[in-house]
Every structure is written in C-alpha cells, then in structure tokens.
C-alpha cells in the first residue's frame, strides 16, 4: 500500500465512489501489488461478512405511534412566541445583529474615547466643571476645556459639559468665552453640583439608604429571599404556590448528566387536591392500582408539611367517596374539625377577577386557568410519551406539568411520574430522591404503598442496602401507625367524610 | 413513476400535508433505526431514538430549508441525538442483556437464557455467533469511526454527506472508514470468522 491517496481510493473502490477509469488503474495496480491485492480482497470480504447479519426491523407499531405523535403535535396551536423564536434563529437575523452590534461597540468606542481637547463654541453650554473665576478678555474666541484625569476615567471630560448648571449655562454668551481661566474639579463634585451622586465611589453604607429609592424591586427580593430560606407556612393556600419556583420544583438536575440526587426540594411544595389527582392518575394511567391502598397521616414521616395543611380538611371536603371510603384520613392527624376547616387552602377564585400571589404581583383568573390548563396538556403529552417509552421526554412534560400546575391539583401526579419516568428509564437514584420527596411531601398519598415498593426496588437496583433497610423500616413504621389508627377510629364510621364547613 | 424527491416531501409536509410526513417516515425509518440500533447498542433504545428523532424533524420542520439535502438534515438529527443517549447511557447502570449471567466471564448471556421460539439449526447458530461478534466488534470501534462505518453501511450516505454530517473533510471520512473496516476485520479474526 503505497499512499494516503490509494487507501482513499480503495475504500472509494469498495464502496463504489470510484469512477471506472481510477478503478481499472486501481485494479491493475493491485495485480502489481500483493499487498494491495489482499488488502482490496479481505476488505471486501469483512464487508460481506458484516452484510450476512441482518438487523431486527423497526416495529410496526412504532411507525403507528410516530404517526400518532404527530398528529398531537400538529393539532397543538403554534406558541405565540414560535415567530419571534424561528426569526430571531434566521441567519440573516444574526447576521444583522452583529451589524448592530458592531456599530454599536463603535459608537460606545468613539463616544469614550478622552475627548480631543473640546472647543467651547458658540452656544455651547459651559461645561459643570468649570467655574469663571474672572470675566473672559476681551477678543477670546474659545477657550480650550481640559478634561479631569478623575472624570476621564468614568464617563470622560465630555460627560462635564452635560451637567452644566444653569447659572453657567446663563452666563455663556454666544460666542465668548465663559472663562479665561478655568478650574478642573473632580467628577464627584461636579455632579454634587449638578445634583447627581457617584454611586460608584459611595460606601454600601451609603447605598443602603437608596432602598426607598430603588423601590419594591429591593423590598421584593428581600421577601422573596426570606420565603426561600425560611420554612413554608401556608396561610394562603393559592399565594404560597401561585408561582412556580424558576428552579426545577423537583430540585433535581436534569437527568441526563448527572446520576446523583441534587439538592432537596423546597418544601412548599403544595398538598393538593389528592382526589381529584388519584381519579385523575387512576383514569390517565389506567393502571388500576396505582393509587389504591388510603393510608393514614404520619406526622413522623412528614417533619416539613406545615400544621395547618397536614389537617388538609379541604382535602377531607373534597375528597372523593370512592377512594376514601373509610375516612380514615379525616381526623388521622388528630386535629379538630375546625383547626381543619382553618386550616382549608384558599383556592383560586376562578371567574373573580383577580388573584393575589406570592410575589405582590396579580394575575387574573383566566391567566390562573390557561396555566391550569398548560399543565394538564403537559401531563397528558406526558402520559403519551410514557406510555410510548420515551421517558426523558416524559419526565420533561411531567416536570413541565408540575411548575404549571398553579393550584397543585394534579400533585403529586407529576412527582410520581417523573419518578417513574426515571426509574424506568433505569436512572434509579434520581427516581428514587424524588420517590423519597413525594412520601416526605404527600403524607396522604393513597399509592405510598406501592411507592415504597418501587423505592425498595430502586435501592436494591442501586445496591444501596442502608438505604433499602432504612425505607423497609420507614415503611414498616407507617404501617404499624396506620393499623394503630385504624384500630383506635370507630367501627361504624360514616363512609363518606363530612364536608367541612366554607 | 419517478419517486418523489425527500426535498418535495418535506415542503409538501411544511405546508401541511401530512401525508408527505407519512412518505418520509416509511421511506426513512429503517435506515434511521438501524443506524440507532448500531450506535446504541440494542433494540429499545433504538426504539426509543428513532421516535425521538422523526419528533425532531416534526417540531423542527418550520426551520427546514431546501438548501439543504434532507438526509443531511435528518441524518445531522439522528446523529445528534444518538451522541446524546449515548452519552446519558454511559451514566446509566444498566444490566446487558449481553453480559455473563451471575458475573462469570464466558458464562451465558442473559440474552441467549432467554428462550426462542424456533429450533436452532447450525445456520441460525452460526448467524447467532456472527451477530454477537460484530455487535461486539462495532461496539469496540470509536464513536468516530462507528458512526461513519454506520451512515456508510446501513444509511448508504456517499462520504462528502457523511462528511457534512460529522463536519469532517471526505478525507477524514475515508480514513475513518478504513480505520474502521480493518478493525472489523482484525476483532472477527480473533474470533475465528476469518474474512
């Protein structure tokens, strides 16, 4: 084999790229060439070997379940930003911005450069800087402005002429100079008097007195901020979850990098509407039995759920009969009726104008529905993609559902999907943080007893047997609690729970 | 009747015929699956990529210019996305079903435990074994050369489209493919399927 070329021609021989001219030069150089001969002829017999093998075909249903997808997403009204979105990806969009942006940093270039020594002419104002100390000799025509060496380091001397006081701007007649002799002052006076602070040069001392001044942006961060750290109280049940946390609520990272649960969730996530989350999941997934088995509160197991909403007698009250028949859970934590019905979140008052959230900000009742509504379709592509096995997908959209879901009332739908997305997507320890958070979060949830299944699962997958013996125990835990309450409630107590008063 | 160029497709598909969507997808899917099945290493997840990719080209569908060859453009989508499985693969701890059941090295695979239906005549063995090499062999090969080796046998890309796909010159592509060809050549030796 002589060259780079004729291994190039080679492949181009066995693959048929060679014209027939360079393939009867090829084929008499091989007759010139052993080793080129062999070459060609056990190359071409790997090929046919490698041909031998068929590949499996693509399931027939598969191409079905495209055609379906397809369909979806084609049915799915175009985002009002898909537009903007596809313009501003053009290439001509971006050719254009580097246009701007070119002229721009030119423009910014130019404008910052320290000012060729500036003529004060005609009416020009006088510059901030300079202060007339004596009147102007007569027959001066201009009068040249140094720039500060202070001021030329902000903003250049130029930036003096724009903050000339009145008095000054007064005293310059059209043409005559304003000043023979003029004084340089720093910047930081000169916008003393012009009535303008260097915030720059100012300590944070200061600067802390401008939160007035900065306005309820700073106060609102302060809040926001606090909210974060501190733990969750749910007053309101709308405004502690009116907007979806900008982080993943899950507080996971995106699984495709990394295999180790991050950092926990927060822990206002929201406790629901679990009736209408159970009939949903049951209706959607159509498992029948993902949500079956009603356990009662474990305040142990659920150190983060806020007093007032582990009494959930919203929940109580809307409970559907079917799956609670026993109404175990009324009472399972022991408060009172009217601790409950206190303790009921506020539901958005759709139709009643507007609704207040956490940030200050309001948002409409319509607004509050669409994005109900964004998270049901989320929750439904979600189902689809599951049940077609695309589970990061899936686990997306359920996420997408979770962060939409302004009332909560698919939760912990969402969770428990995104957990199983996850595990059946074999990435065992972030499905089972989220597993582990659901339980923590959801003490109601009437499927914890198959989610602690597939958590044992999940360990025993990860090889985590101090893990796997801890959740054994948690669970064994609950268990004892929950036939301990069960003993304790009354044998003939009504099937269905009383509604708790509005 | 002369069949009805990808390109004509797509743009009947932009419009929206989706009965254009319904050509491309008939015509490409094998290829498509096949090139994922070799990438990825197994069924499921070829299942899995090849319904993500033709999703790709649906949301994506509105960007597509003529300019461009259309199997480049879906090609430069499948190989994207298997990069990207492949990826989140390695992170993945998963059971083969190629792997030794219960650890031992040259023990039986969880794959050949699993019964078949037919009887197993010495072709069918023959086959078997020839499969599981060059499965091994192709899965040996660097993601460099596996992914030529794959867009040149399975998709029949001429070297200059693989070359737009990969963004490597036709050169390159070439040495690639010889690369990997004799590495085929040397693994099926070592296991005595000598080409």
């Known amino acids: 084999m002589s060259d780079e070329r004729q291994k190039n021609e080679v492949i181009d021989y066995l693959y048929g790229e060679l014209d027939e001219g360079r393939v009867r030069a090829l084929l008499r150089d091989a007759e010139a060439d052993p080793e080129l001969a062999s070459d060609l002829r056990t190359l071409q017999a790997t090929r046919v070997l490698y041909q031998q093998v068929e590949l499996p075909e693509p399931p027939a249903m598969l191409s079905e379940a495209i055609l379906r997808q397809e369909k979806i997403l084609r049915a799915q009204p175009e985002s009002f930003w898909a537009p903007l979105v596809r313009l501003f990806m053009h290439p001509a969009f971006g050719a ?24 004060l002419t005609g009416a020009a104002p006088a510059p901030v800087a300079t202060v007339a100390v004596s009147p102007p000799p007569p027959g001066a025509a201009e009068k040249l402005v140094p720039a500060s060496p202070g001021a030329m380091g902000k903003a250049g001397g130029l930036r003096e002429v724009e903050f000339a006081p009145e008095e000054a701007r007064a005293a310059g007649d059209v043409g005559q100079p304003v000043a023979d002799e003029v004084r340089q002052v720093p910047l930081k006076q000169a916008q003393a008097i012009a009535g303008e602070r260097d915030l720059t040069t100012e300590s944070p001392d200061e600067r802390a007195d401008d939160k007035d001044v900065v306005g309820g942006r700073k106060q609102q961060r302060s809040a926001l901020s606090k909210k974060k750290s501190a733990p969750a109280v749910a007053t309101d049940g709308f405004e502690q979850r009116a907007e979806p946390s900008a982080e993943p609520a899950g507080g996971f990272a995106r699984p495709s990098n990394t295999a180790q649960p991050s950092t926990p969730v927060p822990q206002d996530l929201a406790y629901g509407d679990l009736a209408t989350t159970a009939a949903q999941v049951e209706s959607k997934a159509g498992s029948g039995g993902q949500l079956t088995s009603p356990n009662a509160l474990d305040q142990e197991t659920a150190p983060a759920m806020p007093k007032e909403l582990s009494g959930s007698a919203g929940n109580v009250a809307n409970r559907d009969p079917i799956l609670f028949p026993d109404g175990a859970s009324e009472a399972g934590d022991g408060t009172s009726g009217v601790e ?22 309001e948002i409409g009742a319509a607004q509050a529905a669409r994005i109900s509504q964004r998270a049901k379709d989320a929750f439904d592509a979600g189902l689809v993609a599951y049940d077609s096995r695309r589970y990061l997908e899936a686990y997306d959209l359920f996420k997408q559902a979770e962060q939409h879901d302004v009332g909560k009332k698919l939760a912990p739908a969402p969770q428990v999907y995104q957990a199983r997305a996850l595990y059946d997507y074999k990435m065992w320890p972030d499905s089972a943080a989220i597993m582990e958070k659901v339980l923590d979060d959801f003490p109601k949830f009437e499927g914890r007893d198959r989610l602690y299944k597939l958590l044992e699962v999940c360990y025993q997958q990860i090889k985590d047997d101090a893990k796997l013996s801890s959740v054994r125990a948690r669970r064994a835990r609950e268990a004892d609690r929950s036939k301990a309450i069960q003993a304790a409630s009354p044998v003939d107590e009504p099937a269905n729970p009383t509604p708790a008063a509005h | 009747m002369p069949e009805v160029p990808d390109e004509v497709l797509m743009q009947r598909y932009q419009k929206g015929d989706a009965q254009a969507f319904e050509q491309l997808l008939r015509r490409h899917q094998r290829p498509i699956f096949h090139f994922a099945r070799r990438f990825l290493g197994h069924d ?46 390695r992170y993945r701890r998963t ?50 050369q596996r992914e030529v080796f794959i867009l040149r046998e399975h998709c029949g890309l001429a070297f ?17 493919m010889r690369y990997a060809l004799e590495k085929l050549r040397e693994q099926l030796r070592a296991v005595g399927f000598e080409p």
């Open chain 1, 96 to 119: 254009a911005g580097i246009v701007v942006v070119a002229v721009g940093a030119g423009l910014v270039y130019t404008l910052s450069q320290p000012p060729a020594p500036a003529t």
């Open chain 1, 340 to 361: 409950q019905q206190q303790a009921k979140p506020r539901r958005i008052p759709v139709g009643k104008g507007k609704t207040s959230t956490a940030a200050g900000r």
């Open chain 2, 44 to 89: 499921e997840a070829a299942q899995d990529a090849l319904q993500e990719i033709f999703l790709r080209v649906v949301k994506n569908a509105p960007r597509y210019e003529r300019r461009a060859k259309f199997t480049t453009w879906l090609y430069t989508i499948a190989r994207n996305h298997c990069i990207d499985a492949s990826r989140k693969a």
């Open chain 2, 95 to 144: 059971t083969s079903l190629h792997d030794p059941v219960g650890g031992e090295e040259g023990g039986r695979s969880l794959e050949e435990t699993i019964e078949g239906r037919e009887p197993e005549p010495d072709r069918t063995a023959h086959n078997r074994r020839l499969k599981r090499a060059i499965d091994e062999a192709i899965a040996a090969l660097g993601d460099e």
């Open chain 2, 160 to 176: 200059k489209e693989i070359g737009e796909i990969t963004g490597v010159p036709e050169n390159t592509v070439k040495s690639r």
